[in-house]
């Protein structure tokens, strides 16, 4: 069974700090890794994906993947309150001559207070 | 707007009765992944269906089923509902099944 696992928060941060998630997966053969936000009742929208080792910045956004040490993380610099939200690591797998899939965590939910 | 959209949006049915949720991928996308979320977990997989084919497939029963057309669209089907199959029902699509996945906004399923 692959596994991804996150910290069981809540991460609670005032506005205009970095916030810090952090994931770790279990399939050392996992390919692709992404970050959703989803706000309470609402679907995962995609925030961030990373393919290679090292940082991808996109706005105050920052993913960094770890390949030899099974985590991908994801910043936040300068949160908001609209940053609130629960945020989901997923990871896609495809083990060879079967299907890919993607893994999700159970997500953690960011609180930024004002 | 992710421009993948669901039909219903909500739904309350009956135990042991079937039903039938609907998506269309975003345009350009070939690949319908569908997934089940109960309340404080994460996205479980559900099945993937890449160019009407299923390409993969969760730890699900049977009574899960689905297909997907020529123009990609896809429907879910779950037979014999039971109270546990309460939950968000998400349809995800994407070009090829390694690449970015983009989330409708869900049907809600109430099982009573």
């Known amino acids: 069974q692959k596994e991804v696992e996150q910290n069981s928060g809540p991460?609670?941060?005032p506005e205009g700090a970095i916030a810090s998630l952090n994931c770790t997966?279990?399939?050392?053969g996992s390919q692709s890794f992404f970050w959703y936000r989803q706000y309470s009742g609402k679907s995962p929208e995609l925030i961030m994906f990373i393919y290679s080792n090292g940082d991808k910045e996109d706005g105050r956004f920052?993913?960094?993947l770890n390949k030899a040490s099974q985590y991908v993380s994801l910043l936040i610099r300068d949160s908001q309150p609209s940053d609130s939200a629960t945020y989901l690591c997923a990871v896609n797998y495809r083990p060879e001559g079967a299907n890919s899939k993607l893994t999700f965590g159970k997500g953690i939910t960011l609180s930024v207070r004002p | 707007e992710t421009g993948v959209t669901q039909s219903p949006t909500h739904l309350i049915k009956t135990r042991g009765q079937q039903v039938t949720l609907r998506c269309s991928s975003q345009s350009g996308h070939n690949t319908v992944s569908w997934y089940q979320q109960a309340l404080g977990q994460g996205p479980q997989f559900i099945f993937q269906y890449y160019r009407e084919e299923e390409n993969g497939r969760?730890?699900?029963?049977p009574r899960f089923s689905g297909l997907q057309f020529p123009n990609y669209s896809s429907e879910l089907n779950v037979n014999a509902l039971e109270l546990d199959d309460?939950?968000?029902?998400?349809?995800a699509s994407s070009w090829g099944f390694d690449s970015e996945a983009f989330f409708g906004q869900g049907t809600r399923l109430t099982v009573v």
């Open chain 2, 86 to 91: 309460s939950a968000l029902y998400l349809c």
């Open chain 1, 25 to 28: 997966y279990s399939d050392r």
């Open chain 2, 58 to 61: 969760g730890n699900f029963p």
């Open chain 1, 11 to 13: 991460l609670s941060v």
């Open chain 1, 62 to 64: 920052t993913a960094q």
